[in-house]
Structure formats: structure tokens, C-alpha cells
């Protein structure tokens, strides 16, 4: 894969000097830690971008027959789902469409289930919405991440407890959830009549023999569920890409779909349009490669840390371009490992215990890099290590 090397030149969040210096102490670091790629964008994306800059101007857009038809032929291609153009909602971002769905339909107190160490902006908008952070933390099993299914069935069966936030892929520890799993989510939701919202935005990247299955293959058992992804992580387009609310159930649809057109959230940008259409058409064969060094990056961690008899752990990843490394043999103490690792490996990665305590000891470090700075950077974290 082909890095972008012009990147740098751009006021990235990674490597804005006030946020390093605020997140790490200092701005001489490598930073490995927001989940975006160093790599350059698929060429007909560019070339689609392009020509649309150049051809016209931006007046107001609206997303052709030409855009739902390559989207329902992608999402039938990867993953075999018959999308209903009707049941599709667009907003700015995923945490737009999951702070709109809390309010429409709990009420502040009301207790929202999460599975920890999990994506931070889960908790936040939790908090920012004034409802109470329900935690179903996931167990470690043999280096293996579990959902705790007894627990869950706890939380659920509580009155107060309104909504379960899955997050399948699962960042940060790689967990894709298989079938059974997710059949038994669903049947604790349905059991409880949970509201369920699934956020698959790390859907495409999903590594070696695992297979990602999205909880809408379910809807016909329980459709009380929402469904937000978008393809910002597929192809690198963060900066630029909408988020997409699926929503079976006719009238939670119908409720959302209020909200997002009071607040006029669905507006169609042009250059996303036109990115997302190109990938939906012409992404797949980048993607595939994306993935190939992926795995090739998580084997070269692996390899550097047997070989070099380190005493940090790596869970082994089933999907997303993250990689979460165990510190619990070197350190007692989360804070203390961050500060340590950060000053003596000079690598910028997220604290574990960023993603709730159950995160404490671990590191989630982004591999969506060369291979040449994955070996470096894990070479300087096990040095760091080797305290
Ligand atoms: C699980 C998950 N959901 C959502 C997002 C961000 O999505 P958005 O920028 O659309 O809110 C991320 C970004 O890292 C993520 O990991």
C-alpha cells in the first residue's frame, strides 16, 4: 500500500502539537493512536474527487439513483444484506446518530449498556446526554475477548436499563462477533425488549479466517435495532465522509427520520457523495490489499515480540487496523505503564484505561501504517519495555 507522504503537510488531528502535548506531554512523537490510516486514498476515489472539483461548482446536491444502486450492490457483494432504501438515514457522524436515538427514545437516568474497554465517545455521549453508563464489561479468556452473557442478561432484565451499545467490529480489542454470539444478543434484547444500536463502522476490515455478520442479518427475529456505520475507516476518508443510520423497524425509522430532518442533518455533501459512490464501484480491490498488509502488520508484531521474548502480550486482532497489547506482566499501574512507555519508546498510543477501567494495562496502537514503522515502533515499545 501506497503511503501518503503529503499527509503530513495537513492540520491533522494525530498530530495536532496542542493535542499531543495535552494526550502525551509532549509533541516529538510518533503518533500511532486516532484510527485513521497513513495511507494514500484508492486512486478512483482521488481521480473521482478530482474531476469533481474540477468539472463544476457546489450547489445543492442530492444523492442520485446511481449512489443507492452502487450502495445496495456493495452491501449485498460484502456482506449479503438486501438494504432498503427507505430505512436509510444519513447524518454528520455515528455519535450524532447515537445521541439522537438516546434522547428520542430513553429518558435522562435511564441506563445504557456498554461492553468495556470500548470506544471512549460511547461514555461520552452517554454522559452528554445525562443517562447512566450501564456496563457489561467483556471478559478475557485465554488471551481471547468474551462478552459476559450472564451479566448481560442481568443488565437487560432491569427496567431502567434501556439500550445496549454493541460495537462489532469491536474497537479497541479486535473482537468480530461471530453468529452465535449475535444470535444471542438478540434474543436477550428481544427477551428485555432492548433497543438495540449496533455500530459496524470497522465492518470492511476484518482479517485472516474471521467473517463479520452484521445483527440486520437478525432483524426478522427482532428488528428493534439501529445500525451505524459509515465507510470513513474502510477507505481513509474520515475528513470527509457522512455516517449512515439503518433502521428496519418502520416506525423507530419514521421517529428518527423527525429528528434528523428538525435538525437538517441529512444534507448531502458533494464530495462525499461522490467518494462513497467511487468506493461502492470501484474500492474493493484497494480494500482487499489493505487488508493483506493489515495481517501482515499484526504478523510482524507477533514475530518481533516472540523473538525478542517480550513480556508484552498481543491480543491478536479479528478485525479493525488496531492492535491492543497486554502490559499487565510489566506494570501494576495504568497511568504509570503510559507515562513509561510513552517517554522511553517516543511512540503515541492510546492508554487502555482511555477506553474505561476495564482497558487499564492495555495500549491500542494503529497499524495502519508501513510496515517499516510498524517494525520500529514495536521494536522501540519492547525496548521501552525491557525495563
Ligand atoms: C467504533 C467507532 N464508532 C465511531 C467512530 C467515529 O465515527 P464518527 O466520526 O462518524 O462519529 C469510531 C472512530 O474511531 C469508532 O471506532
Known amino acids: 500500500m501506497k503511503i501518503d507522504k503529503k499527509i503530513k503537510s495537513l492540520p491533522l488531528t494525530k498530530s495536532n502539537p496542542k493535542t499531543l502535548e495535552s494526550l502525551f506531554g509532549r509533541t516529538d512523537i510518533s503518533p500511532m493512536w486516532v484510527a485513521d490510516m497513513d495511507f494514500a486514498i484508492a486512486k478512483p476515489i482521488q481521480k473521482a474527487l478530482i474531476k469533481r472539483i474540477t468539472d463544476s461548482g457546489f450547489a445543492y446536491e442530492y444523492k442520485p439513483e446511481s449512489f443507492f444502486k452502487a450502495q445496495k450492490d456493495w452491501y449485498k457483494k460484502q456482506y449479503q444484506l438486501d438494504l432498503i432504501r427507505e430505512r436509510i438515514l444519513f447524518s454528520p457522524t455515528i455519535t450524532t446518530t447515537i445521541a439522537v436515538i438516546i434522547e428520542r427514545f430513553t429518558l435522562e437516568g435511564d441506563g445504557i449498556i456498554t461492553q468495556p474497554p470500548v470506544f471512549m465517545e460511547f461514555r461520552d455521549v452517554i454522559r452528554k446526554t ?33 439500550v445496549l451499545i454493541l460495537c462489532n467490529p469491536h474497537n479497541p480489542v479486535g473482537r468480530v462477533w461471530t453468529k452465535k454470539e449475535l444470535q444471542k444478543i438478540i434474543s436477550i434484547c428481544k427477551k428485555n425488549d432492548i433497543l438495540l444500536i449496533s455500530d459496524e463502522i470497522h465492518k470492511d476490515i476484518v482479517l485472516f479466517e474471521n467473517q463479520f455478520t452484521s445483527v440486520l442479518s437478525f432483524a426478522k427475529d427482532w428488528d428493534k435495532i439501529v445500525v451505524c456505520t459509515s465507510e470513513a475507516k474502510t477507505f481513509n476518508i474520515p475528513g470527509i465522509s457522512d455516517a449512515m443510520a439503518i433502521i428496519p423497524n418502520e416506525n423507530i425509522h419514521n421517529s428518527v427520520k423527525e429528528i434528523f430532518n428538525k435538525y437538517n442533518l441529512g444534507r448531502t455533501n458533494a464530495l462525499t457523495r461522490v467518494a462513497l459512490e467511487t468506493a461502492y464501484k470501484e474500492g474493493e480491490s484497494w480494500l482487499k490489499k489493505l487488508i493483506v498488509t493489515i495481517e501482515d502488520n499484526v504478523h510482524i508484531i507477533d514475530k518481533e515480540l516472540r523473538s525478542n521474548n517480550s513480556k508484552i502480550k498481543l491480543i491478536k486482532p479479528e478485525g479493525t487496523y488496531q492492535v491492543w497489547l497486554d502490559f499487565r506482566a510489566l506494570f501494576d499501574d495504568s497511568k504509570e505503564m503510559f507515562n513509561y512507555i510513552t517517554k522511553n519508546s517516543g511512540i503515541g498510543m492510546n492508554a487502555g484505561h482511555w477506553f474505561g477501567r476495564e482497558g487499564a494495562l492495555f495500549m491500542r496502537m494503529n497499524i495502519a501504517t508501513s510496515s517499516e514503522k510498524v517494525k520500529k515502533a514495536i521494536l522501540s515499545i519492547i525496548k521501552a519495555g525491557n525495563k
Open 130 to 162: 445525562k443517562r447512566k453508563i450501564v456496563k457489561n464489561a467483556l471478559k478475557l479468556v485465554d488471551d481471547h475477548y468474551e462478552i459476559d452473557f450472564t451479566d448481560l442478561e442481568e443488565k437487560a432484565r432491569s427496567s431502567q436499563n434501556k
